[in-house]
C-alpha cells in the first residue's frame, strides 16, 4: 500500500496547479476512478484552480425551500 501511496501522492502533485499533468493518473488509476481523475483535473485546469483547491470547504448554497405551514388541498402539511 505504501508504493501506491507514493504514486498517488506523485500524481496528485503533477495534476495540480501549475502543470494539470492528467496523464499522472494512468501510473496509479485505472477504468472508472482514472477516468474521473482525468475528468476532475481537466475541470481544474479549465477553472485555473489553485493548488489547494481540494483543501477548499465543500458548501452547499440553498436557492428554493420546498414545503412550508400552509396546508394543501389534500390536508397534508402543517
Known amino acids: 500500500m505504501s508504493a501506491y501511496d507514493k504514486r498517488n501522492t506523485a500524481a496528485i502533485r ?7 499533468d492528467d496523464a499522472a493518473w494512468t501510473a496509479v488509476d485505472t477504468e472508472t476512478v482514472l477516468a474521473a481523475d482525468v475528468y476532475a483535473t481537466r475541470v481544474q485546469k479549465a477553472k485555473k484552480a489553485g493548488k489547494d483547491a481540494s483543501d477548499s470547504p465543500f458548501t452547499h448554497g440553498v436557492a ?3 414545503g412550508g405551514s400552509a396546508r394543501s388541498a389534500d390536508g397534508q402539511g402543517r
Do not use: I, W
Open 14 to 20: 503533477r495534476a495540480g496547479a501549475p502543470a494539470y
Open 64 to 66: 428554493a425551500v420546498s
